[in-house]
């Protein structure tokens, strides 16, 4: 009896395991940005003036051939509450002078010479370039808003979940999306107005 309540349990532990994602870093899966697990870089925005924004980031497949579904797209994790998620789309065009990815542009959703299709439930399936552009680009459009009197804050990692070859998976990709204020710690270099009026938030 014993036995067989082990290897139920073990066959549970199995299953449970198996609807788990597995979550991988940029560059250590099939779906990827930069190609490099090390990347991190940061977008922040005024914690009074402006808003809503757009933010860009490139998707492409780095390991093998099967296109991978979109099925969330969120942050790794979250700092503060003075910032508001407004959705994802994905814009796909094919490169070229005067026809590049974003970075970031005001408002949401932007206001660009392609059609934009939700992100849950795309597939990805170009490839991703070892330098330069790729001849088609495909472009996660993430929009964000502050919140009045918030502290700020954002995501810190963006998680996109998909699924390849009916393998669920996520990547963690390594960009911050902020709005300046308090919940913003070490950020000097992005928000120098907010810590040069905070002295105390740069100290020790």
Not at 40 to 57: H, I, N, S
Not at 71 to 88: C, E, I, N, W, Y
Not at 149 to 159: T, V
Request: hydrophobic share 40%.
């Amino acid at each position: 009896m014993a036995v067989a309540t082990l290897a139920l349990l073990f066959g549970l532990f199995i299953v449970l395991r198996g609807l788990q994602p597995e979550v991988h870093r940029d560059g250590e899966g099939p779906l990827a940005a930069t190609g490099d697990p090390r990347h991190q870089e940061a977008g922040a925005f005024d914690p009074v003036k402006g808003g809503p924004w757009t933010l860009g980031y490139p998707l492409c497949l780095m390991q093998g051939d099967q296109p991978a579904t979109i099925d969330s797209v969120g942050p790794a994790k979250t700092v503060g509450a003075g910032f508001r998620f407004l959705g994802a789309q994905i814009r796909q065009f094919a490169t070229a002078r005067g026809h590049m990815p974003i970075g970031s542009v005001d408002g949401y959703p932007p206001q660009l010479p392609d059609p934009l299709q939700p992100a849950v439930g795309f597939s990805v399936s170009t490839r991703c370039t070892k330098s330069g552009l790729p001849p088609t680009y495909t472009e996660l459009l993430i929009g964000v808003d502050r919140k009045a009197g918030g502290d700020g804050g954002g995501w810190r990692g963006i998680k996109v979940g998909y699924t390849v070859g009916g393998r669920h998976r996520a990547v963690i990709l390594g960009f911050d999306i902020l709005v300046c204020g308090p919940a913003v710690t070490n950020e000097p270099h992005l928000c120098p107005e907010f810590f040069a009026a905070t002295p105390s938030a740069t100290s020790g």
